[in-house]
């Protein structure tokens, strides 16, 4: 009978339960300091600073929403970032 194939990893290798018993006899004999660390970022949103963010959600009319588009993308920046920017002036001149 075929073992059985979880997956592929990056390199393509298949993941088999021979891999995972591997992984986890690794895992119990432990790792040395920073040798699962320093890796290159993989996919996903990128920090935006040491401190911990929040998200929210604000409704727009579909004018705005098209206006803040069409305005961020003339700056060169996400949307989020001319949010951000317009709630900084705000509160800063209040």
């Known amino acids: 009978m075929a073992e059985h194939v979880y997956g592929r990893t990056k390199a393509g290798k298949p993941i088999t339960d021979a891999t995972i018993d591997g992984w986890a006899d690794d895992a119990d004999r432990g790792y ?50 001319l949010v951000r920017r317009a709630l900084r002036k705000y509160l800063r001149s209040a």
């Open 32 to 81: 040395v300091d920073g040798q699962l660390t320093g890796r290159k970022r993989g996919r996903g949103r990128p920090p935006l600073g040491d401190k911990a963010k929040s998200v929210g959600s604000v409704r727009l009319e579909p004018d705005l929403r098209d206006e803040v588009v069409a305005r961020a993308k003339a700056d060169g920046v996400t949307v989020s970032e």
